[in-house]
């Protein structure tokens, strides 16, 4: 997010769209666990998501956690002689916070749930299955697409919102997220 479109939002816009972009990242994180499950892994379809819809709300809760703490060092121009480092620095950042994003999400889910819905043991040097190298490496790859593809894009089309548009949307997708709660850990 620009730092203009920040100072513009009124607290309320700036949380609607935190939330979109919270779906959308979500969804963009399902699509990519059934995609690796179906289509590398051919495992067969499960329902990746810790919730019952189609989202895997880690990657949204950790694609807005990048978006926040990586924005001004994405923007920085730093140098080691003429070559810019700055994307190796926003990539290895994005890899450390994506771990431990995912080591602590493990842990949640673990609390409530008896288990974590990923195993990571039959790669090297894993963490009890709970993170290792080689799916810290690819998310700081989907990172990178999340920060200079993904979203410049959402900011773009969240700004073409009318407030009201924006108020509807944001609306459903609360709605749903918190039905879809409710269902996951009350009726379930």
């Known amino acids: 997010m620009e730092r203009n479109t920040l100072k513009k939002d009124t607290k309320l816009n700036l949380l609607e769209k935190l939330l979109i972009y919270f779906i ?3 969804c963009i994180g ?10 590398v892994y051919q ?16 990657y949204g809760f950790g694609a807005l956690l990048l978006v926040f703490s990586l924005r ?10 003429k070559i810019s480092i700055t994307p190796v620095l926003v990539f290895l950042a994005i890899v450390a916070i994506t771990t431990v994003v995912e080591l602590i999400g493990s842990y949640i889910m673990e609390f409530f749930t008896g288990g974590w819905m990923w195993d990571y043991t039959r ?6 299955g709970r993170i290792a190298p080689n799916p810290s490496i690819r998310f700081g ?8 593809v993904f979203q410049p894009l959402f900011e773009k089309m969240t700004h073409k919102m009318t407030g009201k548009t924006l108020h509807m949307v944001s ?3 609360a709605g749903i997220l918190a039905c879809d709660l409710v269902y996951t850990l009350l009726i379930k």
Do not use: T
Request: with cysteine; net charge negative; aromatic share 24%.
């Open 24 to 26: 959308l990242y979500s």
């Open 30 to 39: 399902w699509i990519y666990e059934v995609f690796l499950e179906v289509v």
């Open 43 to 58: 495992w067969g379809f499960s329902n990746r998501g810790f919730l019952f819809g189609p989202y895997c709300i880690i």
């Open 72 to 81: 001004q060092l994405q923007h920085q121009k730093i140098r080691l002689g």
């Open 123 to 128: 790669f090297a040097f894993d963490f009890e």
């Open 141 to 148: 790859l989907g990172g990178m697409v999340f920060l200079y």
């Open 171 to 173: 609306g459903v997708v």
